[in-house]
């Protein structure tokens, strides 16, 4: 009975639920369709952020491993170099016979700041010559502070400075006047766990940005100036404004003050060429002398060697800087001479000099300190401390030893302190 009951019971409904669709109009029937997944236009930029930041990061990457192939090509690629056989070099760097004190060699690594390491050495030795003080500088501090003052030129000039690595000597003490300076140990420059310079992806970012703001005109000086710090600073650290040295704490423009004692208007720059009349100042005309200095004391070759000369045998050093690109330049040798199938050493002078000059090849490459001379069976030798890899290629870690046909034909400045160089100096009106 309860089973009949249960049956007529489900007919019941199913006849009600069929007469109910029956009843319910087609158009009002639910339908299924396919459509496009919707996207959070929120999640969307935060995935567009991501991605532009990961294709960012790739660029680095691209151009990482583009420069990593052109090392490999130019390793791969022949160079022209000049047998040393038969060449006579002094033996060692304690064979010189003048010789300056200076702090060990300190390599550069993947900067383009030679200026900033042979100048930074040339003044610690100055620093010793003159108050008997062993102090070792922060490079790092100078070339902080220079990338802000070149991003600064480039702001006020509207983009039409040159905003490279590079500088000249000159602008360490323009950097110090204005910033003061410190000793290494409150800034070492550098946040890399194994301590060596890098400032390729530094640069790129902060030439980007730049090539940016003048592309679209802005120029508002303030926050340019404090995005580049802001580069900087991720790479370099954050400039001390105070610390402590030897118990006391200093500002930077104290401790140059009072405790290096430099007088920055005793040093003075020379060059040599035919295109600015001798005996006046002007214009050392290139890219690297971004603040278009025209500072610079011209002099005859025979003046120019001559100073070099003089400071060296009477206890000052020098910074001296042009081309390191020759033949005769070979860091496994620890030592650079002109060989004579380029020009015989009798026939170098101040033609000859201004004629690579002016076809391109001798050009403004790399700084370095000057820190001794001897001499070696008649020819004058300069002992070289440098701060490019090349220089410990060979067996004397950091030096090189430049002879005297390099230097007179190749080097282009040097940058020293007045004294040695007053009897020149008083040729000029």
């Not at 009349?277 to 050392?284: A, C, E, N, Q, W």
């Amino acid at each position: 009975m309860f089973k009949r009951w249960m049956g007529f019971i489900g007919v019941i409904l199913i006849l009600g639920v069929f007469s109910n669709l029956q009843a319910y109009p087609k158009h009002k029937r639910q339908k299924a369709y396919y459509t496009k997944k919707y996207e959070d236009p929120v999640i969307k930029e935060m995935l567009e952020r991501d991605k532009k930041i990961l294709e960012e990061e790739r660029k680095k990457t691209e151009e990482i491993d583009k420069k990593y192939e052109e090392m490999k090509k130019k390793k791969e690629k022949k160079v022209l170099r000049f047998s040393f056989q038969g060449i006579m070099k002094p033996s060692s760097p304690e064979a010189f016979k003048y010789k300056v004190w200076h702090f060990p060699p300190v390599a550069q690594y993947l900067t383009g700041t030679c200026w900033d390491f042979s100048t930074t050495s040339f003044f610690e030795s100055e620093i010793y010559r003159l108050t008997g003080q062993k102090i070792k500088l922060s490079e790092m501090w100078t070339a902080y502070w220079e990338f802000v003052e070149k991003a600064r030129r480039f702001v006020r000039e509207r983009g039409h400075s040159f905003f490279g690595q590079g500088s000249e000597s000159d602008a360490v003490p323009k950097i110090w006047r204005k910033y003061g300076v410190v000793p290494a140990s409150a800034y070492r420059g550098v946040v890399a766990e194994d301590g060596r310079y890098d400032h390729y992806l530094m640069f790129r970012q902060m030439k980007d940005f730049l090539e940016y703001c003048r592309e679209k005109n802005f120029w508002d000086e303030k926050i340019i100036i404090d995005h580049i710090r802001d580069i900087l600073d991720k790479y370099m650290g954050r400039p001390p404004e105070k610390f402590s040295y030897n118990g006391r704490e200093y500002t930077p423009q104290e401790f140059l003050r009072e405790v290096l004692k430099l007088n920055l208007d005793d040093y003075v720059g020379f060059m040599s060429t035919l295109s600015v009349p001798f005996y006046k100042r002007g214009l050392f005309d290139v890219p690297d002398n971004w603040r278009r200095s025209e500072d610079y004391h011209n002099v005859p070759l025979e003046d120019f060697y001559w100073i070099i000369k003089n400071a060296i045998t009477h206890g000052y050093s020098l910074v001296i800087g042009g081309d390191v690109s020759e033949p005769g330049y070979n860091g496994f040798e620890d030592a650079a001479v002109i060989p004579d199938f380029d020009i015989p050493p009798g026939m170098i002078d101040q033609s000859a000099r201004e004629f690579r000059i002016y076809n391109g090849t001798t050009q403004d490459d790399h700084g370095i300190h000057l820190v001794g001379y001897t001499r070696v069976k008649g020819w004058d030798w300069f002992l070289i401390k440098d701060s490019a890899r090349s220089a410990r290629w060979g067996k004397f870690k950091g030096y090189y030893f430049y002879r005297g046909d390099y230097v007179k034909l190749k080097m282009l400045t040097i940058f020293l302190h007045r004294d040695p160089a007053r009897t020149v100096l008083e040729k000029f009106k």
